[in-house]
């Protein structure tokens, strides 16, 4: 089988192309030097491993000889995976969507031999259709456009980066206050948008955004309005029950296609899993109700059993698509792994009980998606919770104890049914972003509902990326490792989110390197990536010549902004450190993004808890002397955002300490008991060894 130049990339979705006749180049100063010696324009083409439609333009086009005839001939092709280089992405997406009104996956870019765009979409057909104009006649149109009015096209191009770097632009404003106002703008916005039926955020399709979360819960705790929680509860309680949910191996699709999270986009992501994972766990600590704990526990037993490493990291994701029948392992629908007929459950699970677990999880005989446009779904179901255990026992008139075994013995056997099927695309690589966020999951786990199990895995994934992704000498980070190599130096949000994570992972395991190296990752976020001159963050160092604009990344979506967590990694290490260069670096972030925070909190929203955490004074909990359990796990239990664990558990912590935050220096355990201290800004009550007065002090 030919190969391109693919076949030497470690990116699975380079991979993917490798044996296109498309004759691909990796992003880089190969392809740049032959677009310059040829004369020719770039097509760039990114995408992700996991993307559907990136598989269906690669069956319909870059598989095509005809359409790979014209584009070798015409042009220089490119191609990015996003994950790795999200750098690329964020410059070619933000012209996209300014040019179209849009953006998605795969992108399609043309670009002058030195990276200006001039022209691009998103999914493009081989021919024309859906209302879309034909990639082949695209090709050939711009083809035509630079063999003839090249000028024009490189005026456009340069104006059009001009405006991007405009664009790109965060800086302080004429008036740069910020006040509670932006808190009460960011949640109106939220609770205007907030379906109050059915949780979430707008209509469908509908994306999780636990960013809007983590912003909501932290309102109310500092306002006291109800309706902030009660937004995020019903959010996260349809979500469980939907089929977005899988209802059987634990972990979340990508989004809901209808309003009610019942037909899912079946991709699984990290970053999903993690962010969502902290939400379910908030939302335990704070209302102490079992249906969110069950759903991080589903979450983690998902990422544990089928996203882990042997070395102890996380996968980045899992397709939405798989293989219908195993005799055909080309063909692919949406979903195939995880939804099932009647009849397999019926054969699998006996009559009496496929009938109960039908009325539990929604099954019908002929399929319970009745809107089904491309027909994916004919015949099958897919599972999710149409009724409660305590309904489904009075339907049935059976004892409650008795279905709820039932129920969870049909899963089991279900499960192993599924096992045998063909496994969606797993995307393999590792991400330090990513596993950031996922190591701050765990981590929370561990702390919140008690699990050792839990910090062991944070405590794995921290250690596999600490020794082949990081150097201790100089705190450089890279961004990804596959099959043991590392590559690709690391962005703003790789610093932040590690950052975060192991500060939250030295919370749970007290290990002091940890901290000492979130300690080195802050500095070098402040060295690496600050704009001295107007504060804030660029996304990248500035040391990679083939970028047009050099971005700063300001919108909290799917991932959290790179900037919203450096500036809340900052505000954090500053509480274990006391260091003013922290919490100045962060001020001013805040104000370079006050402008953005006033006209549209609603987008910045985990830049709003950064906000909220410069403007609260957490308490710092210390604990003095052996066998923290007790009071770790009081601590533990309730949702205090911000606050700081510290454990003075030998003389290396307890000097590293006094160092930073001289008032330590003296905190000993009391008469040779696990001893209590409870400060805020460092302002301490007196020591408790007792774990009632200790509770007392933690309310």
């Known amino acids: 089988m030919p190969t391109n130049r693919l076949a030497g990339e470690k990116s699975p979705y380079l991979l993917q192309h490798a044996h296109n006749p498309v004759d691909w180049f990796p992003w880089g100063e190969e392809a740049f030097q032959q677009a310059r010696t040829q004369d020719k324009p770039i097509f760039l083409s990114i995408g992700y491993s996991t993307c559907h439609w990136c598989h269906v333009m690669e069956r319909e086009s870059f598989e095509s000889d005809s359409v790979a005839e014209v584009l070798n001939r015409h042009f220089i092709p490119v191609k990015v995976d996003r994950e790795e280089r999200p750098d690329v992405d964020r410059i070619y997406m933000m012209f996209v969507q300014a040019t179209t009104g849009a953006g998605g996956w795969p992108m399609s870019v043309w670009l002058t031999p030195d990276r200006k765009p001039f022209f691009g979409g998103t999914y493009f057909p081989p021919d024309n259709r859906y209302g879309r104009p034909g990639f082949r006649a695209i090709l050939e149109s711009i083809a035509n456009a630079w063999a003839n009015e090249r000028a024009k096209i490189l005026e456009s191009s340069t104006d059009i980066v001009e405006q991007m770097k405009k664009q790109a632009e965060v800086r302080p404003g004429q008036t740069n206050w910020l006040d509670e106002s932006i808190l009460e703008a960011g949640f109106n916005v939220f609770r205007r948008t907030h379906d109050p039926r059915l949780g979430g955020f707008g209509q469908a399709p509908k994306f999780p955004r636990p960013v809007a979360h983590n912003f909501l819960l932290r309102y109310w705790k500092r306002t006291g309005n109800q309706e902030a929680l009660d937004m995020v509860l019903l959010t996260l309680r349809e979500m469980a029950r939907g089929g977005m949910n899988d209802q059987l191996g634990g972990g979340f699709h990508r989004y809901s296609v209808d309003e009610r999270w019942f037909v899912p986009h079946f991709e699984k992501m990290l970053y999903d899993q993690a962010q969502l994972a902290v939400s379910y766990l908030e939302a335990f600590q704070i209302t102490g109700e079992e249906i969110y704990a069950a759903a991080a526990r589903d979450i983690f037993e998902y990422v544990l059993r089928d996203m882990t490493h042997s070395g102890g990291a996380f996968f980045s994701a899992e397709d939405a698509d798989s293989v219908i029948d195993p005799a055909d392992p080309h063909h692919k629908g949406e979903g195939a792994f995880y939804i099932w007929s009647q009849a397999e459950l019926d ?74 099927r063909v496994r969606p695309h797993l995307d393999d690589k590792i991400l330090t972003s990513w596993n950031g966020l996922m190591i701050s999951a ?203 664990l510290i454990h003075l558990n030998d003389a290396a912590a307890q000097a590293w300490f006094a160092e930073r935050i001289p008032v330590t220096a003296t905190m000993t355990a009391q008469e040779g008991r696990l001893t209590g201290y409870v400060c805020q800004n460092y302002s301490c009550q007196l020591p408790v060894t007792d774990i009632d007065a200790f509770t007392q002090l933690l309310e």
Do not use: C
């Open 347 to 420: 054969q699998i699970l006996g009559e009496e009980v496929s009938r109960w677990f039908a009325y539990r999880y929604g099954v019908e005989p002929s399929g319970n998606v009745h809107a089904d446009p491309h027909q994916e779904f004919t015949g099958r179901n897919i599972l999710y919770q149409a009724h409660s255990i305590e309904e489904a026992a009075r339907h049935f008139q059976v004892d409650e104890s008795q279905l709820r075994m039932a129920l969870a013995s049909s899963a089991g056997k279900l499960m192993k049914v599924r096992d045998t």
């Open 442 to 644: 765990f981590a929370l786990g561990a702390q919140a509902l008690g699990e050792p199990r839990y910090a062991e895995a944070a405590r794995r994934a921290a250690d596999l990326i600490l020794a082949n992704m990081y150097d201790p000498s100089s705190h450089r980070l890279l961004r990804r490792w596959r099959e043991g190599e590392a590559a690709i130096d690391g962005f703003l949000d790789d610093y932040a989110f590690l950052a975060l994570a192991l500060a939250d992972l030295y919370e749970t395991v007290f290990d002091l390197r940890y901290l000492e190296t979130a300690v080195a990752l802050g500095e070098a976020i402040i060295h690496r990536f600050e704009d001295t001159e107007h504060g804030a963050f660029f996304s990248t160092t500035g040391v990679d010549a083939s970028l047009v604009v050099r971005m700063k990344e300001d919108y909290d979506g799917a991932e959290p902004s790179g900037n919203s967590m450096a500036t809340l990694a900052l505000l954090r290490l500053a509480q274990f450190t006391d260091s003013e260069p922290f919490r100045a670096a962060a001020g001013r972030a805040l104000k370079a993004f006050a402008p953005r925070l006033r006209a549209a909190p609603h987008g910045v929203p985990q830049m709003l808890v950064a906000y909220m955490l410069s403007e609260s004074k957490p308490p710092q909990i210390i604990l003095a002397g052996e066998k923290p359990a007790p009071m770790l796990a009081a601590a533990g239990r309730r949702f205090v955002p911000g606050r700081t």
